[in-house]
């Protein structure tokens, strides 16, 4: 089976422009393509994860990977799936960040001569000059058409700035700087990306007479139609710093009966041949599935080891055998315990189980905090500084560990 049959037999295409031109580019390895990321974040997260493993694949078949980082873009920000304005970032946290993105994906990605190279649209949208960008770009795109583009649709009720209605010529102009600069004859993104990525093809094809192509990568969406890769604390991160290696492997161990297949068919590279015959598995085994696609996903993120050591951590809580050394793990320090001992509610904010301590006050009132195998019965308990400096084990609701020790 070749690629592009194997995209689309794991469900990761969404819409193409041109699928005959497409298929016969990827297969024979003739495509330069370019994925863009925003650094809207100092760290890359699950809804990045997608298209860095569609990288690596193509990347494997043969075709050359561009990765657009996007240094000038990351000044307006998409307004794609959005209801209200992004906060703007400083030229400083823009690069930064851009500096992480990059660092993060050499795990993911074989960068060289010969291999997938990075580039940043600052190095060209900064130096644009307004009047000639309006001459030479703006002349090219119908504001009828843009206002009917889905990225503006859910934001007109609300109000859409005049800033963010920028994004998409900014878009298309690197799509057209990447063509003629680069050699990129093709553009891959979310499906909410499918307006923009339109307009670059457009302003080629005006441009220069040349074909250029776009493809869109299914979002990954679970069974109740929501996006992926969010918990309560917040975005799942790829950085261990943020969402430590075992807290990455439960995310994935934790997704619904339903969502597992999906996954294992759209995130990981076990082959088609064998996730068929998972799909046979009795369903006693779904735990077996879910364990199969947590320890693939933070292989790939973390490394083997790291993985390994979540799986044994995760045995150890739920299992009653192995390592829980790998356990998100608060260090408090012993000015936070200033009377011999700290009340629980505190603690759980010291440690982010919860955001505010009416939230905390709910868990404990219903019965849903525990800590070293007790449940919390008053909003009154306080732990040692002793036990704190032994580590005790707290329970959020049935699948949510963390300990808490002094430092």
């Known amino acids: 089976m070749k690629i592009y049959e194997e995209l689309q037999a794991r469900g990761l295409i969404a819409q193409v422009t041109d699928e005959p031109q497409i298929k016969e580019l990827i297969n024979n390895g003739g495509a330069r393509f370019y994925i863009g990321f925003d650094p809207t974040a100092d760290s890359l997260h699950v809804g990045h994860f997608m298209a860095l493993c569609l990288m690596k694949r193509l990347q494997m078949a043969g075709n ?17 799936g959005r209801t209200d304005m992004r906060s703007m970032m400083t030229p400083e946290t823009i690069r930064h960040n851009c500096e992480c993105f990059r660092k993060q994906m050499e795990r993911f990605i074989e960068f060289g001569d010969d291999a997938a ?5 600052a190095d060209w949208l900064l130096e644009l000059k307004y009047v000639e960008l309006l001459r030479e770009v703006g002349a090219h795109f119908s504001v009828n058409n843009m206002l009917r583009a889905e990225c503006y649709k859910q934001r007109m009720e609300r109000g859409l700035s005049f800033f963010e209605f920028n994004y998409m010529i900014m878009q298309a102009y ?4 990447l063509h003629e600069h680069y050699g990129c004859n093709m553009q891959f993104g979310g499906d909410d990306q499918w307006s ?13 007479g040349d074909d250029a192509y776009a493809m869109t990568i299914t979002l990954l969406l679970n069974s109740e139609g929501s996006k992926m890769g969010k918990t309560a604390r917040g975005a799942v991160w790829l950085d261990p710093e943020k969402t430590s290696p075992f807290e990455f492997y439960q995310y994935w161990r934790n997704v619904s009966d339903t969502d597992v297949m999906k996954c294992i068919r759209m ?7 064998e996730i068929e015959e998972m799909e046979h598995w009795e369903d006693s085994r779904i735990n077996e599935k879910k364990e199969k696609l947590a320890l693939e996903l933070t292989t790939l993120v973390h490394g083997r080891a790291e993985a390994e050591k979540a799986r044994d951590a995760s045995h150890a809580l739920f299992a009653g055998g192995g390592d829980d050394s790998s356990m998100p793990t608060t260090e ?7 009377d011999g001992g700290i009340g629980i509610i505190d603690l759980m904010l010291a440690c982010k189980l919860a955001p505010s301590r009416g939230e905390a006050r709910r868990l404990i009132e219903q019965g849903g905090v525990s800590v070293d195998g007790e449940k919390v019965e008053s909003f009154d308990r306080s732990v040692s500084a002793e036990a704190l400096a032994a580590g005790v084990k707290i329970r959020k609701g049935k ?3 963390h300990r808490a020790i002094l430092k």
């Not at 995130?267 to 041949?273: A, K, V």
């Open 64 to 80: 050359k990977p561009v990765v657009l980082l996007g240094g000038g873009t990351g000044f307006v920000g998409d307004p794609s």
């Open 117 to 121: 190279i990075v580039v940043n649209n």
């Open 174 to 177: 690197d799509f057209y700087y």
């Open 196 to 208: 923009n990525m339109l307009a670059g093809t457009d302003l080629i094809r005006r441009k220069t």
């Open 267 to 273: 995130l990981t590279f076990i082959s088609l041949e």
């Open 332 to 338: 408090l320090d012993r000015s936070a315990v200033p």
């Open 399 to 401: 699948k949510v560990y």
